[in-house]
Nanobody, 125 residues
Framework: QVQLAESGGGLVQAGGSLRLSCAASGRTFSNYAVGWFRQAPGKEREFVVAITWNGGSTHYADAVKGRFTISRDNAKNTVYLQMNSLKPEDTAVYYC??????????????????WGQGTRVTVSS
C-alpha cells in the first residue's frame, strides 16, 4: 500500500490554472495506477483522470479533456494534475487515489483502496 497526500489546491479565477500534486510514500508506488477524483458539495465523488503505473496510458473524463493533463514522476513518488482553463463547475475537493494496475477500471472509484485526504479547488466566476 501507499499513503497519499494532495496539495496545490486553492482559489483561482475562471480561465486560470492550478497544478495539483499527489505525493506518495511507499516503495511500490511505481507499480500503482493513480487516479484523480473530485467531489462537489452535495454530489457524488466522480472520476476525473487516471494514469497507468508506467505513464504509458491516460484516461480522462469528458468534462476535462483538453484542459487537464496528468503526469507522473515515479522517481519523485509524485503524480501531477495540471488544470488549465478552469471553470466554476470544476470547483470541488480533489482526491488522488492509487491501486495496483491490472489494466481495468481506472474510472471506478470502488476499485481504489488508497486515498488521500483531498485538496480543495475553488474556481470563481
Amino acid at each position: 500500500q501507499v499513503q497519499l497526500a494532495e496539495s496545490g489546491g486553492g482559489l483561482v479565477q475562471a480561465g486560470g490554472s492550478l497544478r495539483l500534486s499527489c505525493a506518495a510514500s511507499g516503495r511500490t508506488f511505481s507499480n500503482y495506477a493513480v487516479g484523480w477524483f473530485r467531489q462537489a458539495p452535495g454530489k457524488e465523488r466522480e472520476f476525473v483522470v487516471a494514469i497507468t503505473w508506467n505513464g504509458g496510458s491516460t484516461h480522462y473524463a469528458d468534462a476535462v479533456k483538453g484542459r487537464f493533463t496528468i503526469s507522473r514522476d515515479n522517481a519523485k513518488n509524485t503524480v501531477y494534475l495540471q488544470m488549465n482553463s478552469l471553470k466554476p463547475e470544476d470547483t470541488a475537493v480533489y482526491y488522488c487515489a492509487a491501486k495496483r494496475d491490472y489494466g481495468l477500471g481506472y474510472n471506478i472509484r470502488e476499485t481504489y483502496d488508497n486515498w488521500g485526504q483531498g485538496t480543495r479547488v475553488t474556481v470563481s466566476s
